[in-house]
Nanobody, 127 residues
Framework: QVLLVESGGGLVQAGGSLRLSCAAS????????MGWFRQAPGKEREFVAA????????AYADFVKGRFTISRDNAKNTVYLQMNSLKPEDTAVYSC????????????????????WGQGTQVTVSS
C-alpha cells in the first residue's frame, strides 16, 4: 500500500508560479513511475506530466510543455511539479499518482495505468 499526500497548492495570480509536492509513505517511490493529473470543475481528470521510475524520462501534456516541470527526489520519497507562467485555465485539483511495475524508463500517461492516488491539492489561478 502506498499513501500519497500532495501539498503546495494555493491561490496565485496569472503568470505566477507554484511548486507542488507529493510525499509518499508505505513504499519507496524509487520503484514507481509517477504522474500528475488535474481535474477542473465539471471536467474529466486529465494527464499533466509523468516521470519514469528511472527519473530520466519525462512526458508532458501539450498544454503545459515549457511551463511545468516534473522531478523526483528518491532520497526524500517525493515527486514535484514546478508550475511556472500559470494561467487561469490551469485552475484545478492536482493529484499525484504512483504506478507499480512496468519498465524502468516508461512514462505512464493514462489514469488506468496507475495503482495509487493522492487526495489532491487545489490550485487556483486568478486573472
Amino acid at each position: 500500500q502506498v499513501l500519497l499526500v500532495e501539498s503546495g497548492g494555493g491561490l496565485v495570480q496569472a503568470g505566477g508560479s507554484l511548486r507542488l509536492s507529493c510525499a509518499a509513505s508505505g513504499r519507496t517511490l524509487s520503484s514507481c513511475a509517477m504522474g500528475w493529473f488535474r481535474q477542473a470543475p465539471g471536467k474529466e481528470r486529465e494527464f499533466v506530466a509523468a516521470i519514469s521510475e528511472s527519473g530520466d524520462t519525462t512526458a508532458y501534456a501539450d498544454f503545459v510543455k515549457g511551463r511545468f516541470t516534473i522531478s523526483r527526489d528518491n532520497a526524500k520519497n517525493t515527486v514535484y511539479l514546478q508550475m511556472n507562467s500559470l494561467k487561469p485555465e490551469d485552475t484545478a485539483v492536482y493529484s499525484c499518482a504512483a504506478r507499480v511495475g512496468g519498465t524502468y524508463h516508461y512514462t505512464a500517461r493514462y489514469i488506468y495505468e496507475y495503482n495509487y492516488w493522492g487526495q489532491g491539492t487545489q490550485v487556483t489561478v486568478s486573472s
